[in-house]
């Protein structure tokens, strides 16, 4: 299977704990998402890589979240003390030029108890 | 602000039925509108894109059409089978890579 794969597609975690999530875009991809999917909602734009640079962060990514890509392949989204409100399932998509058609993964979906 | 409006939120539908879903925007500027099909639990998988000059696109019994000037899409599901039962994104991109998405339409068909 060559499309975006997420690891874990589910994590159960008590409110308070660490959590880290990984993303595997597209290999040829240089262009790679993260999004936010809280229940009945459409994805919300969270940060944007292009290799390994994280260009934008949107205000969405408290200081508890950090993302990193630290060779330019794959990625990880940490989210620091989580809470209850932090449960959603957490999307990336990658991409090849910037505005080419943005491929999804599967998602991660959190769930803080 | 970028909104992308769909309606209806969601609908039921008989097998074999045909369906229109409707979506409003007001990103500007536009780049273009795609169509996502959602199924519970999984991430968006694409079904048509159009650019500002396309007014109708298919991929097999799903067609998309494109107003620019009133700034609606619809996407129309022909002979509906159980498969189809998801949710439907409408996503349209400004001229960045930012994409605005709506809330979705959950479409279930039934037998």
């Known amino acids: 299977d060559t499309g975006v794969s997420q690891d874990p597609r589910h994590k159960i975690t008590k409110r308070g704990q660490n959590v880290t999530f990984r993303c595997d875009p597209i290999?040829?991809?240089?262009?790679l998402y993260w999004y936010r999917q809280t229940l009945g909602q459409g994805p919300e734009f969270l940060t944007y890589?292009?290799?390994?640079?994280?260009?934008?962060k949107s205000r969405l990514l408290s200081d508890r979240f950090s993302a990193e890509r630290p060779k330019g392949s794959f990625s990880t989204l940490e989210i620091q003390r989580t809470e209850q409100g932090d449960s959603a399932m957490y999307l990336c998509?990658?991409?090849?030029?910037?505005?080419?058609?943005?491929?999804f993964g599967p998602g991660t979906r959190l769930t803080v108890t | 602000k970028n909104q992308v409006e769909q309606s209806p939120q969601s609908l039921i539908i008989l097998e074999g039925k045909n369906c229109t879903l409707q979506?409003?925007?007001?990103?500007?500027?536009?780049?273009?509108l795609r169509w996502y099909k959602q199924d519970t639990g999984r991430g968006p998988v694409s079904l048509t894109i159009?650019?500002?000059?396309?007014n109708t696109k298919s991929n097999g019994r799903y067609t998309a059409t494109l107003d620019a000037d009133t700034k609606q899409s619809s996407l129309h599901i022909t002979a509906s089978q159980l498969s189809d039962s998801a949710s439907y994104i409408c996503v349209v991109s400004a001229d960045d890579y930012k994409l605005s998405f709506g809330a979705g339409t959950t479409v279930t068909v039934r037998a």
């Open positions: 890589f292009q290799n390994e640079a994280q260009l934008e």
């Open positions: 159009m650019t500002f000059s396309e």
């Open positions: 979506c409003n925007y007001t990103v500007s500027p536009f780049s273009n």
């Open positions: 290999s040829e991809h240089n262009r």
């Open positions: 998509a990658s991409s090849f030029l910037l505005r080419d058609e943005q491929y």
